[in-house]
């Protein structure tokens, strides 16, 4: 799902990705563990020529998963990636081609229990825009994650990300895993 608060973004229905101003293409995918899709990922990346690849459910973490990252990352572009603590899963990576000014922004005080995010600044000539990617997991009984409490906690997120930051124009994608 993707949420968009700008009037510059357009998403063409029949490919997944979606053009930043004209100049900008970026794609979000869930990824299930990229540790056996690392070169495919890759390849997807390069013959599209994308400027950004937003992950969720990466499951990247261990010392181990260095030589997964070398061959996920193409020739040229770079990843921030934060792993899911204190169990398996989840993740969030963001790839993005050299040149593209991307910061991670580290502007959340309060830990949200019920989803992962992680936000950046994105300058690329005359764009500039907040990206958030978000992961939230299934709810279940073994996790216990209860939609209200996550409803709750994203309408904490959104003030956040929009009421407070008003002068940028915001970018929301991810895996809601949003109830049916």
């Not at 937003?54 to 792993?83: K, M």
Request: charged share 20%; hydrophobic share 40%.
């Amino acid at each position: 799902m993707t949420i968009i608060r700008n009037s510059h973004i357009t998403v063409n229905p029949t490919c997944p990705v979606i053009s930043v101003m004209e100049n900008m293409s970026m794609v979000m995918i869930e990824g299930r563990s990229v540790k056996n899709k690392a070169l495919a990922i890759c390849d997807f990346v390069t013959s599209h020529d994308l400027d950004i690849l937003a992950i969720t459910e990466s499951w990247l973490g261990s010392d181990v998963d260095e030589g997964v990252i070398q061959d996920l990352v193409p020739s040229g572009y770079s990843i921030i990636h934060h792993s899911r603590s204190n169990r398996r899963g989840g993740g969030i990576a963001l790839l993005f081609k050299g040149g593209i000014g991307i910061k991670r922004l580290n502007v959340h005080e309060k830990h949200f229990t019920h989803f992962e995010h992680m936000e950046f600044s994105v300058h690329s000539g005359d764009l500039n825009i907040r990206l958030c990617v978000i992961y939230r997991p299934p709810p279940s009984k073994s996790n216990g994650f209860r939609n209200t409490v996550f409803f709750e906690e994203w309408e904490s997120y959104l003030d956040q990300n929009t009421i407070l930051v008003p002068a940028h124009n915001v970018l929301f994608t991810g895996d809601f895993n949003s109830p049916r």
